[in-house]
């Protein structure tokens, strides 16, 4: 057994309860807002709760329903993937390509700083709205353009086959918050290494693949991550595109159905608010926003993990 | 990165991800409270009018409920969801609404069930009212569930067909269909191509054309929505097979579901003066009674009709039904002013005097039977016609359910798969439907 001088031992105590003093606003924050809130969402997923009635004890049966019997978590959770795939990677793509494009013109790159920055602050129900509005099949400018062109014209928002190239469209009119970060990076980026890299005979595609992207390589991981987290909440602009889209924008007495057309822009958050707070089904509603956590997780925990073979020693 | 760094990148990646959820996930109960109803006292009413006149007109109503009470003030709210509702009747706090209205009737079985809204039965049994006597008798069912009542009606709707008188003519068509293979020989009659759309439609069949939903179809077939055991019915129920082969048809007769479909996206807002039927784009109607007013104060080029919505051929004796909903008026069992709340709700509906002014005043029909006898009560033949729909011993509203009628949207669901040919297998489909609105009804019972 080993001892410990007591000049020593108050000693460490002291370091110790100072140590706790300056993490205790984060402890206090993450008690608060994530192992609280975790918890209770684990607690009332094995309970059947409504909101008013206390909540009693029903096994796994929300569980059985969300997986077996809810007809939209599968189609809402194939959605949303899709979308951290397709959404993610063409965001990031563009955002890049944006970003390269503005960086390398010599004139008008403030014009088209502006015009790729100024669709991103428009409020994002004003912003579905208007791309709903673009893309009306029936009466739609887009498609106007497409009969006057002799070219097929898609049904968009209103097609179950094009509702999500739709929003990604929509998501990629937006990029102007990522062209910023990207353009800001490539600034970033010092010139002697395109230089040396001239001087050793590389060619565009060599500079940009061995120079540029591991000297930006972190922002690209910051992208996706924030990315793929963005869209697992994706919530407003689906339901703005299906309500505005289907017609059913809040009659006297009517209801509507998320999703339309045939569910496509159903995403997971949607269905949180379906059954949480539409069927006051707060058991089922914490089972999907589990689900949603565990798949967060993963993603994150998997991008952080690549990031090795992704990054510099120096990131 | 160094590890500490990942990590506290991963917990931070966490903790937005479920933060945003968990608190979904949380909430509270409250019981509900005794006061002394001649205490002076402010009442909250919540209420989803939200349109000028309808917001003048429920306002003076409140006037002169304050100046029969004066004790009892009231702060009204305006242009209230059902989706703010809901939270504000969990949530509770110092500004949750006492008393609450709703157009959803749907959702009276969920507000019945999970006590969100306090039970009116003792208050109805002190003033002796007796619901089913003084009020329409499918208005007292839609405000009840399962015997337990938790919503009285506020005025009602009543759903019938409106048609283009100009366009009838042009088609010469001398009066309104009654059967349904009449109303498609006129719907063919009045429709007019244009390229690949339409100059005027006779009709707009497909689901989710406002009003042709799925329940509104159902009323004029009599569709059992339910067995006696409170299982799903709609496979073996002859009605909805036919119900969906006739819009189908209809569908298919007037040009097909990707024509009609976007056609459909191209017309102006239901609520806005440019409705396909104001324009003339659409020669026939399903709607509410309150149509005959927005058309009139749409000014239009073209006198219009109304007759109740046409039924299938062997229900020819039941023609004049119509399909019924209307706003329920409840109070938050949260609430502490339950006995004042209480003298306001009587009085917006069941006060005669309250109940015409306001129907006459937001055409609406009236939901007490005092009212519909009234002499003021408006005589414009248009709005006539609604009323005597509302009157029709076989007019109905559909069941009341446990999920605030999840069903109706399921059964909708399997209608636009049908229509847009995605469901080639009616019967099956109709299994599926049974299905599934047995489970959803399991997980919420």
Same mark, same amino acid.
């Given at each position: 057994m080993s001892t410990v001088h007591p000049g020593l031992r108050a000693k460490r105590r002291k370091a110790n309860l100072r140590t706790l003093g300056f993490l205790s606003p984060w402890l206090i924050g993450f008690s608060v807002f994530f192992a609280y809130p975790l918890i209770s969402t684990v607690y009332f997923s094995f309970m059947k709760y409504d909101g008013f009635a206390p909540p009693t004890w029903v096994g796994l049966k929300n569980w059985t329903y969300v997986f077996s019997?809810?007809?939209f978590f599968w189609p809402a959770l194939r959605n949303t993937l899709w979308l951290v795939l397709v959404m993610v990677s063409l965001r990031v793509l563009f955002g890049l390509g944006i970003g390269l494009l503005i960086t390398k013109i010599k004139t008008g790159a403030g014009l088209f700083r502006t015009f790729f920055y100024?669709?991103?602050?428009? =409020?994002p129900v004003a912003a579905t709205m208007s791309f709903v509005f673009l893309l009306? =099949?029936?009466?739609g400018p887009a498609n106007t353009v497409l009969n006057a062109l002799g070219l097929p014209e898609p049904g968009w928002f209103t097609d179950p086959s094009w509702s999500k190239p739709s929003l990604t469209l929509l998501a990629l009119w937006g990029i102007g918050d990522l062209m910023v970060i990207f353009m800001a990076a490539l600034l970033d980026v010092p010139k002697e290494q395109y230089e040396a890299a001239e001087l050793d005979g590389a060619g565009p595609w060599h500079r940009f693949r061995f120079v540029t992207l591991p000297n930006i390589s972190p922002i690209v991981l910051f992208a996706v991550i924030t990315g793929v987290i963005a869209t697992m909440q994706y919530y407003t602009e689906p339901l703005v595109a299906a309500k505005v889209a289907s017609g059913v924008i809040g009659g006297s007495g009517q209801q509507f159905e998320p999703g339309y057309p045939d569910r496509t822009t159903l995403t997971v958050p949607q269905i949180v608010y379906n059954l949480g707070f539409q069927r006051f089904d707060t058991g089922a509603a914490c089972v999907v926003a589990l689900v949603l956590f565990a798949l967060a997780m993963t993603f994150t925990a998997v991008l952080m993990r690549r990031r090795s073979g992704f990054m510099t020693a120096e990131d | 990165m160094p590890r500490i760094r990942r990590n506290t990148a991963v917990a931070l990646a966490a903790t937005a991800a479920i933060s945003l959820f968990a608190p979904a996930c949380t909430g509270s109960t409250e019981s509900g409270a005794t006061d002394d109803p001649n205490a002076g006292t402010t009442l909250t009413f919540w209420h989803g009018w939200s349109a000028p006149g309808e917001v003048k007109a429920i306002e003076a109503n409140i006037e002169a409920f304050e100046d029969a009470f004066p004790h009892i003030k009231v702060n009204v709210v305006k242009g209230i969801t059902d989706d703010k509702l809901n939270q504000a009747l969990r949530a509770g706090?110092?500004?949750?609404?006492d008393v609450v209205s709703s157009f959803t009737t749907d959702n009276v079985g969920r507000f019945c069930t999970t006590n969100a809204l306090a039970d009116l039965k003792p208050f109805l049994e002190k003033s002796k009212i007796d619901p089913v006597k003084t009020f329409l008798p499918p208005m007292a069912k839609y405000t009840e569930h399962e015997g337990r009542r938790c919503t009285v009606p506020l005025l009602g709707d009543a759903y019938g067909l409106y048609y283009n008188k100009k366009a009838f003519a042009e088609a010469g068509i001398t009066a309104p269909p009654k059967t349904l293979s009449e109303f498609d020989k006129a719907a063919e009659k009045l429709t007019k191509t244009q390229g690949d759309s339409y100059r005027q439609l006779g009709f707009m069949p497909n689901f989710q054309g406002y009003e042709t939903t799925f329940e509104h179809y159902a009323s004029q077939f009599g569709v059992q929505y339910f067995d006696g055991s409170g299982k799903s019915n709609l496979a073996s129920d002859p009605a909805a097979t036919k119900l969906f082969t006739w819009q189908k048809s209809l569908v298919d007769k007037l040009g097909g579901y990707k024509k009609l479909e976007k056609f459909r996206t191209g017309l102006g807002d239901e609520?806005?003066?440019?409705h396909p039927f104001h324009t003339g784009q659409v020669a026939m109607q399903l709607d509410g009674e309150w149509r005959g007013k927005m058309a009139g104060d749409a000014k239009l080029g073209f006198e219009i009709g109304a007759a109740p919505f046409p039924v299938p051929d062997d229900q020819?004796?039941?023609?004049g039904k119509g399909y019924l909903s209307g706003t329920v008026l409840g109070i938050a069992r949260i609430s502490k002013k339950q006995n004042a709340a209480w003298e306001l709700v009587k009085y917006l509906s069941t006060d005669t005097g309250a109940v015409v002014s306001f129907a006459n005043a937001i055409h609406n029909v009236p939901s007490t039977v005092e009212a519909l006898k009234s002499p003021k009560l408006n005589n414009d033949p248009l709005y006539r016609t609604f009323v005597d729909i509302a009157q029709h011993p076989k007019s109905a509203h559909a069941p009341s359910s446990v999920n605030g009628g999840a069903f109706l949207l399921t059964a909708q669901d399997l209608g636009v798969k049908y229509e847009a040919g995605r469901e080639k297998d009616l019967a099956g489909g109709l299994k599926k439907t049974d299905t599934q609105v047995d489970k959803d009804n399991e997980q919420a019972g």
């Open positions: 019997d809810y007809p100024l669709p991103y602050l428009a =409020p009306n =099949p029936g009466t | 706090g110092s500004k949750a609404p609520w806005g003066p440019r020819v004796a039941d023609y």
